[in-house]
């Protein structure tokens, strides 16, 4: 017996999968029902009424059977008048158990076996057509894609947002709300932005679904896209429903073929002959009457019609099967009808289960097309991103950077909420890992944006929106790892200047985008952070435009350098980390060339700088972090050179002819081997900053002294024991470094260097103490009441006037770092 929760669970299965049946399989199930019914109502006459009723003959010459009545007088025959003789009294009496033998046999012998289990046939037979038709709904490979499907189906249509995506009622949340700015820190500081004339925020950010809403529909897309992939990739679905139909066709045949002839054989008179010894009766042969003949013959023949009805609906069925693709499904009307143009027809299990719903009801493919279109799920992303990201959040992630902008960086969101276009202060947006960000035309809002930054961030833009970055972006970085990924609206910003470029966007496979670089016809900065074997010629012959070129090849080396001189106009070119052997030759063609910088190469020697003479603007000089040994004698012919960084290298002399260069101002040879500083370095009278840091130098010589205009000495991590009393004339000095030496004491004639501040002093605690109290008190002052102290007296501010000399930084005490001009 089945228990009540089994039953429940068997209805609620039924009725779960009602959707899917189309209206042939629903009027196959009530024709199911009637027949059962018919098997239900045989049955149930058959138990409960006599089945068969026999009464003693004698059988005539013509071998037919004479009913005798209970007085022993035969019964006169249907078809003629003739009599028969009184049988002798008391030889017709049978008793009842006899009678009750007689019936039992007669009707297992003589009975047909279709009058007898006609009903039991109906129901086997209906039995049979209800598990055929309902075997796909039960079968292991079908069951769960059929249950997950329509579990889901049952969630799209209940979600709010599906009515409101097909009624077309789906709001921008930043229309909901006033247009007006907050203003952050950042924004306060800034003497551009009036912050009192701005209005606050006095009311809710609206949104059209609630949190609960919208974290639901989302869930409901990832679901689908789970279940599209899971059931569009195999048919199995469709092949067993054709296997059931054809099935059940086959099983109709069969019935329709032997019923008509089994119904026949349902007799209401049966002669029977039956062993008079067995039972001890005077009579073999008897006569009997079926009872249910009459009502089995119309029941079979009610149950021929139904079945005929069946299998008409079956045939309709493969018919339709046959006559539709049914492995694809195209969603044009749904596509046509709303704004979700990116539906994408679906195929296979899929296509057939839509289309099988469609039989039932062709709005649940339309709800359920909602959840299919990466537009929809767009809209729905932004909804909840704005609702995340309201203006008043979003206004304090707003910062100044190092360039005194007002920036926003946006890190692993999925969108770009609209409140950004309301920060009207706005002039770098940063866009990191953010896998859909758009650029809608309310980006028109933000007048002093000129720079954006595209890190894994393939944004797409509104017409009006590309036309505002056309006139007004001035900087655009992107990095990317494949250059498919890049947007390419990028060639349209004609006013664009500087383009720094990382990630594999140089791809031999595609050189789609290289090819398109010219036409950025304004473009003057073009920077290359990824791994070519070659510089592309797209670059050197057809951007005319370029001044300053950078191309850090990550450690590979770049061949085919001879394209370079075609680019004449060149102002300024860096080659860094491209393992180089030897500067190229090409450079020495640049006639406008006024910095150079091949850091992180692989030079050993420069022999060749004497060739810059050929470079008559060249100012700077960076050959940091490579592997050069000497400082050739020819670098005296560098008459114009303001900057020389030989930083991180393996020189251990610096040559006389080194000093000839009498407007640098910047030198830098710190991490070398130096054992000594030349006296002619007094010949640098314009000299500013001096690195000789980390090297083996053990005195300083007087000549150094010289160097009136000197503001940051770096001298930190030598052999020094004793620091010269002179270091008093460098007035000008705003940086000391002394860490790291063999330093006993300091010379109290610091005191004269009236541009020290005390956080411009780096040496270890302990040598403070070596000087005068006066002394030492002057540099122990906290830097505001010395600086208020030093523009007192006329001497200035030179940390804050001198693009050389940044600001404070430290390892490990309170120190003043350089950071210079590379």
């Avoid at 068997?10 to 199911?32: E, I, K, M, T």
């Avoid at 299919?372 to 309201?390: A, C, D, G, H, I």
């Avoid at 999925?414 to 009207?424: K, L, M, N, Q």
């Amino acid at each position: 017996m089945l228990s009540e929760g089994e039953l429940k669970d068997f209805a609620q299965g039924q009725s779960l999968y009602r959707v899917l049946q189309p209206w042939w399989d629903v009027f196959s199930h009530y024709l199911s029902i009637m027949m059962f019914s018919i098997g239900t109502l045989g049955g149930t006459l058959q138990v409960t009424l006599r089945k068969i009723v026999c009464v003693p003959c004698q059988m005539t010459s013509d071998d037919f059977c004479v009913v005798f009545n209970h007085r022993g007088t035969a019964l006169r025959n249907a078809t003629t008048e003739a009599s028969f003789p009184l049988l002798p009294k008391g030889l017709y009496k049978l008793d009842l158990q006899q009678y009750a033998y007689v019936d039992a046999v007669c009707y297992e012998k003589q009975l047909h076996w279709f009058a007898k289990f006609f009903p039991y046939v109906v129901m086997l037979e209906t039995l049979a057509l209800v598990i055929i038709s309902n075997l796909w709904f039960k079968y292991p490979s079908t069951s769960s894609r059929l249950m997950h499907f329509v579990s889901i189906l049952h969630k799209c249509c209940d979600s709010p947002w599906t009515t409101r995506a097909l009624s077309g009622t789906v709001a921008e949340q930043g229309g909901a709300q006033p247009s007006m700015s907050m203003c952050s820190p950042a924004l306060q500081a800034s003497s551009t932005s009036d912050c009192s004339s701005r209005r606050p925020m006095g009311t809710e950010f609206l949104s059209v679904l609630d949190k609960k809403e919208g974290e639901q529909a989302k869930a409901i897309f990832e679901k689908v896209k789970k279940l599209k992939v899971h059931v569009e990739d195999k048919d199995i679905i469709y092949h067993l429903y054709m296997r059931q139909i054809v099935t059940k066709i086959v099983f109709l045949l069969f019935t329709l073929a032997y019923i008509p002839y089994a119904a026949s054989h349902i007799l209401f008179d049966v002669d029977c002959v039956v062993d008079s010894q067995a039972a001890l009766m005077p009579f073999q042969p008897f006569h009997c009457v079926h009872s249910l003949a009459t009502i089995f013959w119309l029941l079979s023949l009610v149950y021929t019609v139904l079945m005929v009805i069946y299998s008409l609906t079956c045939f309709y069925s493969f018919w339709w099967m046959m006559r539709n693709s049914l492995r694809e499904y195209s969603f044009d009307s749904v596509r046509e009808e709303s704004s979700f143009s990116d539906i994408p027809d679906v195929k296979n299990d899929f296509a057939f289960i839509l289309h099988l719903l469609d039989q039932y009801n062709p709005l649940f493919s339309k709800r359920f097309a909602v959840f299919l279109s990466e537009v929809s799920e767009k809209k729905l992303r932004q909804l909840n991103l704005n609702y995340m990201w309201p203006l008043e959040k979003l206004t304090q992630k707003v910062m100044r950077n190092a360039q005194d902008q007002i920036e926003l960086h946006l890190m692993l969101l999925s969108g770009i909420p609209e409140a950004v276009f309301d920060i009207r202060e706005l002039e770098v947006l940063k866009l990191q890992l953010i896998p859909d960000p758009r650029l809608t035309q309310k980006l028109t809002q933000l007048g002093n944006l000129r720079e954006i930054w595209l890190d894994h961030s393939p944004a797409t833009v509104d017409l009006m929106a590309l036309g505002f970055l056309s006139e007004n972006l001035r900087i655009l970085r992107m990095k990317f790892t494949e250059v498919e990924q890049a947007p390419w609206w990028v060639f349209s910003l004609r006013n664009l200047t500087e383009l720094y470029l990382y990630g594999n966007m140089f791809n031999q496979d595609n050189t789609t985008f290289v090819n398109s670089l010219p036409k950025l016809k304004n473009l003057k900065v073009l920077f290359i952070k990824c791994t070519i074997t070659a510089m592309p010629k797209v670059i050197t012959n057809s951007i005319p435009s370029i001044q300053k070129l950078s191309v850090d090849n990550e450690g590979t080396q770049l061949s085919v350098l001879q394209s370079l001189k075609m680019m004449s106009q060149l102002t300024c070119l860096e080659l860094p980390n491209c393992d180089l052997q030897r500067i190229p030759s090409p450079i020495f063609s640049l006639k406008n060339l006024q910095e150079i910088d091949l850091k992180g190469n692989n030079l050993k020697t420069i022999e060749e700088i004497v060739s810059f003479q050929h470079l008559p603007k060249l100012s700077v000089l960076k050959l940091k972090y490579n592997s050069i040994t000497d400082i050739p004698v020819h670098v005296g012919v560098l008459g114009n050179l303001e900057q020389l960084h030989l930083g991180h290298n393996l020189i251990s002399c610096m040559p006389p002819q080194l000093f000839l260069c009498s407007r640098l101002y910047l030198l830098d040879l710190s991490h070398n081997k130096l054992s000594a500083i030349p006296i002619e370095i007094q010949e640098l009278k314009r000299l500013q900053l001096l690195n000789v840091s980390n090297n083996n130098i053990d005195h300083l010589p007087e000549g150094m002294f010289q160097c009136k205009t000197l503001q940051s000495l770096l001298l930190g991590h030598n052999n020094l024991s004793v620091l010269p009393h002179q270091v008093g004339e460098l007035t000008n000095l705003v940086v000391l470094d002394l860490r790291g030496n063999q330093l006993e004491s300091l010379p109290a004639e610091l005191e004269e260097c009236h541009s020290l501040m005390p956080s411009g002093l780096l040496v270890e605690e302990g040598l403070l103490n070596s000087l005068p109290p006066s002394v030492k008190e002057g540099f122990q002052r906290p830097d505001k009441e010395y600086l208020g102290k030093m523009e007192a007296e006329g001497v200035g501010n030179a940390l804050t006037c001198n693009p050389i000399i940044c600001n404070t930084a430290g390892h490990g005490d309170t120190a003043c770092s350089v950071i210079y001009s590379m």
